[in-house]
């Protein structure tokens, strides 16, 4: 490893601006507004909550008027869905589809921005008598879009659950279930790929975690630093639940064919904030740093998994709100990001460049890449990464910014140099025999210089970024004996 105070000018004059030029385009962050509640604020109240929030993309679970209606002239993106008790008649006959599509869609659209349509919801665990129905529903409602001229601007999905697939564990075993693989999802996948579609899917690392917290990692699921996990199948090494659980879902879709022009698009994730007792994990500061890491993740263009690295993510949290009553076991009435009185449940936003209220932030990739890889010595502490357009672990106002290992030695060797050079960080604690020299890898070191950088901008807002190189955490980091300081 090279040393942080030996410059390379010339370098850095060339190699800088493709640096902070390099970060993909960013995904989307949307939410789920699920209804079954009988305590939730007027859908007028909820389209100007989002609207505070920053929130430009929802997810409905039908095409209530009332809620349509009040999305009308927001710019608010719409998902609406068509549920599985109509997907046999939308399947067996055109004309319902049809029918469906003028009466939902076309009445309401433009005003409201439908973007998408979601025939059914995780049809393979829910409604399996009418997996035969899907496709064919999914076909009708797509001719009825273009009869409308409409199949441009709305597409056609249907979000499947997990159990679609026979095998996930590791990720390059991931294959569909075989009473699903050529039956369904093939024609299925061939489909969106006809009609530039994507492939809606519902991931919930919780469930994974909550079922086997003796073998997986608490950080591992929460986007927090954690030494990752090897896939012996395909080399890749993982440091992501979610990423794991996705890859798994692109392997079964690759033994198929040729998908690669398919995005997939995440349609729920989510944390609950409270769970029974044998429901392990479910607590509000783990749905705030799982949710939080996950959205920044999003907006700041990193949201690639190693199979798929440079693919966007389009994610749909999981829930706007508590929704009293639903059944089962405590965390499916606890997974609302707000209470029905329109409080947070905790704290997460929606838009990078930290207070979204009134829909704003600030505009390009402000705090970068989130540490949730191998930290090569670098403990962030238990609390989710805060500050900046993401969660508020703490109330004291303590921030640091430490490295992000997914960025890869180069890319954190040029903003360590910059760091040390022009950025102006005093960089003379991580020089051989130095107070913090230990531990000596590139993680440890740059964390010091991009904290030491942050600290003396005064943490403003798109100082911890380095084009995704570093993101901030709330709780003191230690690098071995090291502490990172708060100030300077």
């Not at 030029?21 to 509640?37: D, F, K, M, P, Q």
């Not at 390059?172 to 024609?187: H, I, N, T, W, Y």
């Not at 102006?424 to 440890?444: L, R, S």
Request: aromatic residues 8%; charged residues 15%; neutral net charge.
């Amino acid at each position: 490893m090279a040393l942080p105070g030996r410059l390379r000018a010339l370098i850095l004059a060339v190699a800088l601006p493709l640096l902070f030029l390099s970060a993909s385009e960013a995904g989307t962050v949307g939410i789920n507004y699920g209804r079954v509640a009988n305590d939730l604020p007027n859908p007028a109240a909820v389209v100007q909550l989002m609207k505070q929030q920053g929130i430009a993309q929802v997810k409905l679970y039908d095409t209530e008027p009332t809620v349509l209606r009040a999305l009308a002239n927001t710019g608010i993106k719409v998902v609406v869905a068509l549920p599985n008790e109509q997907l046999l008649a939308a399947a067996s006959r055109p004309s319902y589809a049809l029918s469906w599509v003028r009466r939902n869609v076309a009445a309401y659209y433009p005003a409201t921005q439908i973007q998408g349509i979601a025939v059914g919801n995780e049809v393979f665990a829910s409604a399996k008598n009418l997996t035969a129905q899907l496709v064919p529903a999914m076909t009708n409602v797509h001719a009825a879009l273009a009869r409308l001229s409409l199949d441009k601007p709305v597409k056609v999905s249907s979000p499947i659950a997990l159990t679609a697939l026979a095998g996930s564990y590791p990720p390059s075993a991931g294959v569909f279930r075989e009473d699903l693989a050529q039956a369904v999802m093939k024609p299925m996948l061939d489909f969106l790929a006809q009609t530039g579609s994507y492939l809606m899917v519902n991931a919930y690392p919780f469930f994974a975690y909550s079922g086997n917290a003796d073998v997986i990692s608490l950080d591992y699921a929460l986007f927090r630093p954690n030494a990752g996990v090897l896939d012996s199948g395909s080399g890749l090494k993982y440091y992501s639940l979610l990423d794991a659980q996705l890859d798994a879902v692109f392997t079964a879709v690759s033994k198929l064919g040729n998908y690669n022009a398919v995005r997939v698009v995440v349609s729920e994730t989510g944390w609950p904030s409270k769970g029974d007792a044998k429901e392990t994990g479910a607590a509000a500061a783990n749905a705030a740093a799982y949710n939080g890491n996950l959205v920044r993740r999003v907006l700041s263009g990193n949201a690639g998994t190693p199979r798929r690295p440079d693919a966007d993510m389009d994610v749909y949290l999981f829930a706007l709100f508590n929704e009293n009553q639903k059944p089962g076991p405590t965390s499916e009435r606890n997974y609302g990001v707000f209470y029905p009185n329109q409080q947070k449940v905790y704290d997460v936003e929606f838009v990078l460049g930290g207070n979204s209220a009134g829909g704003g932030g600030s505009s390009g990739k402000d705090n970068g890449g989130l540490g949730w890889q191998d930290n090569g010595g670098v403990n962030a502490g238990n609390a989710p990464a805060g500050a900046g357009g993401g969660v508020k672990a703490t109330s004291t106002g303590e921030a640091w910014c430490v490295a992000n290992a997914m960025a890869g030695e180069e890319r954190l060797q040029k903003a360590l140099d910059y760091a040390c050079g022009p950025g102006g960080a005093d960089c003379k604690a991580i020089q051989p025999g130095a107070a913090c020299f230990e531990p000596n890898t590139m993680v440890a070191h740059a964390s010091y210089a991009f904290n030491d950088y942050y600290q003396r901008k005064g943490r403003t807002i798109g100082t911890c970024d380095f084009a995704g190189a570093a993101y901030v955490v709330n709780q003191a980091p230690k690098m071995g004996k090291c502490e990172l300081p708060s100030t300077v």
